[in-house]
C-alpha cells in the first residue's frame, strides 16, 4: 500500500455513546485486588478506566487470525503483520462518573511510514475526545504501530531502573489476570491468553501483558502515592514486552514539575514502560 491510501484514512472520524455503568468498574477492581473502592452510581470513575467502555463491537466472524478486528474497519488496513498499542497521551478536564452518559468522537489524525531497526513501520495516532453533560471530560491521543513479524524474539537492550526511586513494588501479572483484563476489555489480541500462538505465530517467549494493563497500573499506583490528587495529564509509552511469567515491579518518582514518573519493569528491573502524571 503506498502513502497516497493510506493518507485517504486521515481525517476519518467515528462517534459512538455510552452509559458507564458500574459493572464494569466493579469487575476491573476485583481484577486488580481493588474490590474496597466505591464504584455505585454517581461515584467518580477512577482515571483511564474509561477504557473498560466503548469497546469494538466487531462478531467473531470479523477477527483476523491475531484475534483483532480485520483491518479495515476504522482503522486502515496495513499490510504490516504485528501491531500494537504502543503510547498514549491524556488531559483530564472533568472527572468522569459511574452510570453517566459519555459521548465519544474518534478521528484518526496521522499515519506515517518509517524505516525503523526491524524494518518497516507504520505509526497511527487517533484522537479521542469524551463529552458528558458537564462539558468535555477527556482529551486522548492513542499510537498504534505496526510492525513486520520477526522470525525469533530478540530482547532490547537492557534500560535498568532509576535509583532514585520513592517506590518499588512488585505484583502479579500472572495469565489469569491477564485473561481476565482481555475479557473486560473486550481485547481478543491472542498474545494475551493464548499461550501457543504468542510463542508459536508472534514469537514471543510467553503471555505478554497488555500495554493499558500497565498503563492503569501505574496511574493506580501513582493515585495510591498522592492520595486526594487529581491527575491533570497523563502521557505513557511502552518500550519492552513484559510477559506473565516475569516479575512485575511498579515503580515511581517525582519530578520538577510536582508530577510523577512512573515505571513498570520486569525481574531485571528493566523498564517496560514508562509514564508520566501531572495533577490539577
Request: aromatic share 8%.
Amino acid at each position: 500500500m503506498d502513502g497516497t491510501d493510506l493518507n485517504d484514512w486521515v481525517g476519518k472520524r467515528e462517534e459512538r455513546s455510552a452509559v458507564l455503568y458500574s459493572t464494569p468498574a466493579m469487575l476491573l477492581a476485583l481484577t486488580l485486588d481493588q474490590d474496597g473502592l466505591d464504584l455505585e452510581d454517581g461515584s467518580p470513575l477512577p482515571e483511564l478506566w474509561h477504557w473498560l467502555y466503548f469497546l469494538p463491537m466487531v462478531p467473531t466472524s470479523g477477527l483476523g487470525i491475531d484475534g483483532h478486528p480485520q483491518r479495515g474497519g476504522f482503522l486502515p488496513p496495513i499490510w504490516l503483520e504485528r501491531r500494537m498499542w504502543a503510547g498514549g497521551r491524556l488531559q483530564f478536564n472533568l472527572g468522569l462518573h459511574v452510570g453517566e452518559q459519555v459521548h465519544k468522537t474518534s478521528e484518526i489524525v496521522t499515519i506515517s511510514q518509517k524505516e525503523g531497526k526491524a524494518g518497516a513501520m507504520v505509526l497511527v495516532t487517533v484522537r479521542h475526545t469524551l463529552l458528558c453533560e458537564r462539558g468535555l471530560a477527556i482529551e486522548e491521543e492513542q499510537d498504534i504501530v505496526y510492525l513486520p513479524m520477526p522470525e525469533s524474539y530478540a530482547a532490547p537492550r537492557p534500560d535498568p531502573l532509576p535509583d532514585d526511586l520513592e517506590w518499588t513494588k512488585e505484583r502479579s501479572v500472572d495469565a489469569v489476570t491477564l485473561f481476565r483484563f482481555s475479557a473486560l476489555t473486550f481485547n481478543a489480541h491472542r498474545i494475551h491468553y493464548d499461550l501457543p500462538y504468542a510463542t508459536d505465530a508472534e514469537h514471543y517467549p510467553g503471555l505478554v501483558v497488555h500495554g493499558p494493563l500497565q498503563a492503569m497500573l501505574l496511574m493506580e499506583s501513582a493515585r495510591a502515592h498522592r492520595p486526594g490528587a487529581h491527575p491533570s495529564t497523563y502521557s505513557f509509552r511502552a518500550s519492552r514486552p513484559l510477559f506473565d511469567f516475569e516479575a512485575c515491579v511498579v515503580a515511581g518518582q517525582p519530578t520538577p514539575d510536582g508530577g510523577l514518573d512512573l515505571f513498570t519493569a520486569n525481574g531485571d528491573r528493566n523498564v517496560a514502560m514508562r509514564a508520566h502524571v501531572t495533577w490539577r
